[in-house]
């Protein structure tokens, strides 16, 4: 079951501008959020994460909000650089456990394109 | 910067034959994991290792797959029996409690 949706596959945005990229979860018991950036053979980079008591952070280019209500988290990088193009992954997760870790659920990634 | 190191970066093994992938996750990590993404799939959990045990499996992980941490250094996914579908990016990882590193995968082909 899909857990963590991702609706959009792919996105284009010119350099400079900003780009949104989305996700959607179905698990209330979801309380912890994060967003990996990936390029190709290379392994999930970890980006910014946000926990359920917020609902925005911030770390220089990049901000996610999330809208609790909603079940949505969204990550938005200002401005957009070529080099940020690789897919990105919401990642969701009940609360860190410190006697067993948090397994992470993934959603199926956009791959994000900047132009010139 | 700290990294988790994964070898071999490809693997290529017949299907029935075991197959072990091999992991040094950073050194004052204490939470272990394994992870796959079969081609054009969402990654997946597979395992998480805490002090010495399983600490969570999902359904992926039946009785065919097993990890270890042999030494204080090392962890490991073992595949006893592979089938074909077993073929996939196996990503480890490792994280105090907070944000997780990965490692940049073993592309496991079972042919």
């Known amino acids: 079951d899909q857990q963590v949706k991702q609706n959009s596959p792919s996105l284009s945005v010119q350099e400079g501008r900003i780009s949104i990229l989305n996700c959607d979860y179905t698990?209330?018991?979801?309380?912890?959020f994060l967003w990996y950036k990936k390029y190709p053979a290379e392994g999930p980079t970890f980006l910014i994460s946000?926990?359920?008591?917020?609902d925005k952070n911030e770390d220089g280019r990049f901000t996610v909000f999330l809208n609790k209500s909603a079940k949505h988290l969204s990550l938005h990088i200002v401005p957009s650089q070529p080099g940020d193009s690789a897919v990105y992954f919401c990642?969701?997760?009940?609360?860190?456990?410190?006697?067993?870790?948090?397994?992470?659920?993934f959603g199926k990634g956009t791959s994000l394109l900047v132009t010139p | 910067e700290p990294e988790v190191t994964q070898t071999p970066s490809h693997q290529v093994t017949q299907m029935g034959q075991e197959v072990i992938l091999r992991c040094v996750p950073i050194?004052?990590?204490?939470?272990f994991y394994w992870y796959r993404q079969i081609l054009g799939q969402k990654v997946e959990f597979l395992v998480s290792?805490?002090?010495?045990?399983?600490?969570?499996k999902s359904e992926i992980f039946d009785d065919q797959f097993s990890v270890e941490r042999p030494d204080g250094s090392n962890f490991t996914l073992k595949i006893r029996s592979t089938k074909l579908e077993d073929s996939a990016m196996y990503f480890c990882a490792s994280s105090e409690v907070g944000g997780y590193t990965f490692g940049s995968g073993t592309r496991l082909t079972v042919v």
């Open positions: 050194s004052n990590h204490l939470y």
């Open positions: 946000i926990s359920s008591i917020k």
């Open positions: 290792f805490y002090n010495n045990e399983i600490s969570e």
């Open positions: 990642a969701a997760s009940a609360s860190p456990d410190s006697n067993s870790g948090y397994a992470l659920n």
């Open positions: 698990n209330s018991m979801f309380d912890y």
